[in-house]
């Protein structure tokens, strides 16, 4: 009777994109192993002009965005990034520059700083120099050293943020360290999530659960001791869980990203859906797209969901987990995510993590993030994953 009911209900109209991302661009100068971007991102094309970002700006914020993040690839690469800072600021945005650091000198700081920049989040990959540039195929670490300093003599909060995997995880206690030292008021442990290039190498990344639970009491330990000088997150990978993450906090619900070409999504990896036609920012306005269209609308409410989702007491909790996942897994977007213990493909999950646990992965040569690969995965999809 319930699925019935729920069948004959229309979902709420959706509330305000609160959180926006704009991804300037996708040209990076490191090559992570582990970026989260597209693998295929080569294909988002022409990038949207200074003109063209300032009117998604405007228009995000007449639908109630509030908080502003400056991401990529690598968004200091844009030379109109001071100007788009500036247009935000005066919108009333909460503005927060996302980077790898490479590009951040004294004097765009200052001009970031006088055009009303918010908040900066600094990636490290490792606590040493050697994991750090072989992790991104550069010599960076030093560079981030300095422009950590950068960040705290302009007064900025700062965000420390370090991907985790197989490579680092020994090494979480020094990364707490280091981000002490260097005066971070927040340090995000954000574990492998395994999409986009993450996924072409989670031989390489995935960690046992026995390497996950001895960092997660190193960084319990220095939460009792370090108290609120640095607030740590330690996000686990949804691999070793039995319930799924609320996924963007629901699909369509508060988060919209705009990639490079305008192309408007409800996560960053929603282009990974087959059949999800995603709209444009250059044919279609903002507000349209966002209540109305119907790749935004795919996955809103609970009438889309299958079971065990649909009859799931945790449904409006969890939303049924992330879409992407569960296409990558099962081939079907609707399906539950995998990571769930109650998905019928929960076993693949299990199975994964368990060739971690006895080296039965097939290690392959780590896939480093660069536009030639991108072009030869766009050329050659790989579907979903076993």
Request: charged share 30%.
């Given at each position: 009777m319930a699925g019935s009911i729920d069948a004959l209900t229309a979902p709420p109209p959706p509330g305000p994109p609160l959180w926006l991302l704009a991804e300037l661009t996708y040209q990076c100068p490191l090559h992570c192993v582990f970026c989260y971007n597209p693998t295929d991102y080569t294909r988002f094309q022409p990038e949207l002009t200074t003109r063209e970002w300032v009117d998604v700006l405007t228009q995000a914020r007449a639908l109630g965005a509030a908080q502003l993040g400056f991401?990529?690839?690598e968004p200091l690469l844009r030379d109109d990034l001071e100007e788009l800072v500036a247009e935000a600021h005066r919108l009333g945005y909460y503005t927060n520059l996302i980077t790898s650091g490479?590009?951040?000198?004294?004097?765009r700081a200052r001009a970031l700083k006088d055009a009303g920049l918010d908040h900066v989040q600094l990636s490290f990959q490792d606590s040493t120099r050697e994991l750090n540039d072989f992790l991104t195929h550069t010599r960076t670490f030093d560079l981030k050293q300095r422009v950590a300093s950068l960040i705290k003599a302009h007064d900025w909060p700062m965000v420390m943020n370090c991907v985790l995997h197989k490579h680092n995880l020994p090494h979480v206690d020094k990364i707490?360290?280091?981000a002490l030292a260097l005066g971070a008021e927040y340090l995000e442990l954000a574990n492998t999530q395994y999409y986009g290039w993450a996924l072409e190498n989670r031989a390489q990344l995935l960690p046992t659960r026995a390497e996950l639970e001895a960092a997660e009491a190193v960084v319990n330990r220095y939460r009792q001791t370090i108290g609120n000088r640095c607030l740590i997150l330690f996000v686990v990978p949804d691999y070793f869980e039995e319930r799924p993450k609320a996924c963007?906090?629901?699909?369509?619900?508060?988060?919209?990203s705009i990639a490079p070409d305008g192309t408007a999504m409800p996560c960053h990896n929603a282009g990974n859906l087959p059949g999800l036609q995603l709209p444009n920012v250059r044919t279609q306005p903002l507000a349209e797209i966002w209540r109305d269209s119907g790749a935004f609308n795919a996955f809103r409410g609970h009438d889309w969901m299958k079971e065990p989702c649909r009859s799931c007491?945790?449904?409006a909790k969890d939303f049924g987990g992330c879409r992407c996942q569960a296409y990558l897994m099962s081939g079907d977007a609707a399906a539950?995510?995998?990571v769930c213990a109650k998905s019928p493909d929960h076993e693949q999950v299990v199975r994964i993590v368990r060739q971690a646990e006895a080296g039965e992965l097939p290690l392959q040569p780590l896939v480093f993030r660069n536009d030639q690969q991108s072009r030869r995965l766009r050329a050659s999809p790989s579907g979903p994953a076993a």
């Open positions: 991401s990529g690839g490479v590009g951040l000198n004294e004097k707490i360290e280091m963007m906090n629901g699909w369509g619900k508060v988060f919209l007491d945790e449904k539950a995510d995998p």
